[in-house]
């Protein structure tokens, strides 16, 4: 489903992120499984992520994310009036991670709730968020993608343990005014027919928490990372170019592309398919592999940060991840 709307009037006004201090590399994890930082680099462009302490949990991560963005838009805990958390990975089933960031922030009189849309969650969030201001429920947002990755790792597989890391990304979306940018064209989707090639198979009501499920690491991340490739490039392909038609843009217009930070071979497909050049493909996966709803969210702050971009630039974020999910915007900053 795309939508554009340039009159919606909703712009970011300031972003964050975080990750956690431990780092393990590559050749630490050779020490764990069969692998080698050479398979992994070339494989994937990973060369280390971040994990979290046993007592740093997601709502923790989030919360120093969300700390920043609202710094950088000038904005107080206490103005807030929706907080919209995107992750897999909640400090707990119930109540919503977003409560506990509210909390921990003071956001006092915020309305709190999760999405579970795996990687594509944080530009499902801007697009709910955007909607609601839009609309007039709410002048601002909140809107964080966090993840707690290496909770739910098979620490023994090869196949899908060099992938994953840790870390979360916020943003605060207003009501734009004179001079403000604008969230121009949004994207998502989902293909429920292929929920079984990326998923956590236990810890809900098909098959619960009990010893046996854990003994067979059914509470972590599996995989079929072939499958998942192939669809992954299609769908950022057509999420992309669908935003950037109902933006009325050109390829060349475009000063950044910032997509899921999950493969660099699926990174340069897309960015060979969209005719965008390499330079203008924000990559940061090398350092923190995939993170999941926090991706892009860390992307785009990390972008931002780094003038990637500027005040009035066309920029373009696309994701996918499990579900199959797919989601996109075009900005213009
Ligand atoms: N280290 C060393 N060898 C490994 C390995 C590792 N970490 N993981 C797998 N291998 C082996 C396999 O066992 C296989 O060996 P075999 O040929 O003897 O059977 C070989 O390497 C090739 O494996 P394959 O799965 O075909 O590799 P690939 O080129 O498809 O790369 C991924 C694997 C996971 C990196 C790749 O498929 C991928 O990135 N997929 C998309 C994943 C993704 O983006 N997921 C998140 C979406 S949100």
Redesign the pocket.
Known sequence: MTESNSSSGVFVAGTGSYVPEKVLTNDE?ATL????DE??VT??GIKERRIARDDEFTSHMASAAARKALEQSGTSAEEIDLIIVATITPDTPTPATACHVQQQLGATKAVAFDISA??SGFLYAMKIAKRMIAAGAFENALIIGAEKLSAVTNWSD??????FGDGAGAAVLKKSGEGDGDIVATEMGSDGTLTHL?NIPGGGTACPINSENVDKNLQTLS?L??E??KH?VTRMKQASEAVIERAGWSPEDIACVIP?Q??L??IDAIADRLAVPNEKVFVNLHKYG?T?AAAVAIALDEAHREGKFKRGDKIVLVV???GLTWAAAAIEW
């Open positions: 994890l499984v069969d692998t080698s398979w992994i494989r994937t795996a990687c090869r196949t899908t343990c060099v992938l990326l995989m990372g072939k998942v490739f992954a899921h999950a493969n071979r699926i995939n999941s996918f991840g499990a």
